[in-house]
C-alpha cells in the first residue's frame, strides 16, 4: 500500500488534533485505503482549546471528518463540486484496561496485513 495525498491529509489532520482539543493524547492510528483506525486516549475531559467548552467524542471525530473534508475540497478535489470523504457515523468502542489497550493497539497495526482480504481491495 502507498499512501496517497487524501492519505497524507488525514495523517497530518490527525496529528493536530491534540492542538485542537486538550485533555486528550493520540495514539496509534493507520490510514487505510478505504477506511482509518486511531486510538484518542481521554487523560481528562476534552476542551476545545480556543473556546475552553466540552468536547465529546463525537465531536472531535466530526472535527477530524469536518476538516480533512474541507481541506480535501479545497487542496486535492478543487474541481469537484461536491466530495465526502466519510460515511456519516462512525465505529467507537471502549477500552478499559491495559490488556484491551495493546491488543487494540496490534489489531490497528496489524489492519494492514488485512487489506488484501478486503471486498473494496483490486
Request: glycine share 4%; proline share 2%.
Amino acid at each position: 500500500m502507498k499512501e496517497n495525498q487524501v492519505g497524507r491529509l488525514l495523517r497530518k489532520i490527525w496529528t493536530e488534533l491534540d492542538g485542537i482539543f486538550s485533555g486528550i493524547s493520540l495514539d496509534v492510528f493507520i490510514v487505510m485505503p478505504n477506511h482509518f483506525h486511531g486510538i484518542i486516549i481521554f487523560k481528562e475531559t476534552p476542551k476545545y482549546k480556543l473556546a475552553q467548552k466540552s468536547a465529546t467524542l463525537s465531536q472531535i471525530i466530526g472535527a477530524f471528518k469536518s476538516k480533512t473534508n474541507v481541506f480535501a475540497k479545497k487542496q486535492i478535489f478543487p474541481h469537484l463540486s461536491k466530495i465526502e470523504l466519510w460515511q456519516k457515523t462512525f465505529y467507537d468502542s471502549v477500552i478499559r484496561n491495559d490488556a484491551d489497550l495493546e491488543k487494540t493497539r496490534e489489531n490497528i497495526v496489524n489492519n494492514v496485513l488485512k487489506w488484501e482480504l478486503d471486498e473494496y481491495h483490486q
